[in-house]
């Protein structure tokens, strides 16, 4: 699967419960994305990095503007044409989702079960905790999991479908600093096995320098734009590495 390419184009959402003198979630947002990019979307709380990746993810209406992502206008599908979108995407979010009554095989294959497949879904399913590390964990609870662990559950949940983009909600927004560095390290690891687009709503600088294109909203406007240059970016986190924060 190669990754899509996503073209946002003008993309305004003011949501109807926000009151009149709120700015806009989004206003006049525009990028696009090669496919096979690990790209951030930055900012602070409130920018609009989640409306922005439900809007990709046909998850919440876009009021004006467009989507594209690889061949399908987003922003112009039915319902139907809608859920079968949404297969084609994978979603990861800060908490987890995990059923907690399931085993993390079951977890893993579970967007599978209602649908008769020529694969075999738990085979599958079993592939991908090999590929996040979690060999040997098919049958363990998630409670029983740290929570870095839950995380890589849910990614290999979010690759079932082989998506041809990611879409990774704040993925490190409850993890520490060590582990969230082991997921953001999983996910390139993952683009350049597999080559889907990956889309990475962040609020932590570590976690977007590790991108190849930081897009930072600041009052749901783009306020910048950057393509990481690697051997900068691994400089600069050697740096910070170094540096004694105890005071
Ligand atoms: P971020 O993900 O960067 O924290 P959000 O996309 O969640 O930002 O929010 C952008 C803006 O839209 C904020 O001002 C937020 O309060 C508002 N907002 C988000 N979701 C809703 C909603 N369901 N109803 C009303 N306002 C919302």
């Not at 947002?29 to 990095?49: E, L, M, N």
């Not at 060999?135 to 479908?161: D, F, H, M, Y």
């Amino acid at each position: 699967m190669s990754g899509f390419a996503v073209r946002v184009e003008g993309v305004s959402k003011r949501y109807p419960t926000a009151s009149a003198e709120a700015p806009a979630a989004l206003d006049d947002v525009s990028f696009a994305i090669d496919g096979g990019r690990v790209v951030a979307v930055a900012g602070p709380s409130g920018s609009g990095k989640s409306t922005l990746l439900h809007l990709i993810g046909a998850m919440d209406e876009t009021e004006q503007g467009s989507i594209r992502v690889g061949e399908r206008e987003v922003t112009r599908l039915s319902r139907e044409e809608q859920v079968a979108y949404r297969r084609t995407i994978g979603f990861v979010f800060q908490r987890f989702h995990l059923l907690a009554a399931l085993s993390t095989l079951d977890n893993v294959a579970a967007p599978l079960l209602p649908r008769r497949t020529d694969f075999d879904k738990h085979g599958r399913a079993a592939d991908l905790l090999r590929a996040v590390g979690l060999a040997g964990k098919e049958q363990t609870v998630p409670s029983r999991l740290s929570g870095g662990e839950q995380q890589r559950v849910a990614i290999a949940r979010a690759l079932i479908n082989e998506p041809g983009l990611l879409l990774a909600d704040e993925p490190t927004g409850n993890l520490d600093s060590a582990t969230s560095s082991e997921i953001i390290e999983l996910l390139l690891r993952l683009r350049d096995e597999r080559g889907m687009t990956v889309l990475i709503a962040t609020h932590d600088p570590v976690v977007a320098a590790r991108c190849d294109r930081i897009v930072t909203l600041s009052d749901g406007r783009v306020a910048d734009d950057i393509q990481v240059e690697r051997a900068a970016s691994e400089d600069l986190l050697g740096r910070i590495g170094r540096l004694d924060l105890r005071g």
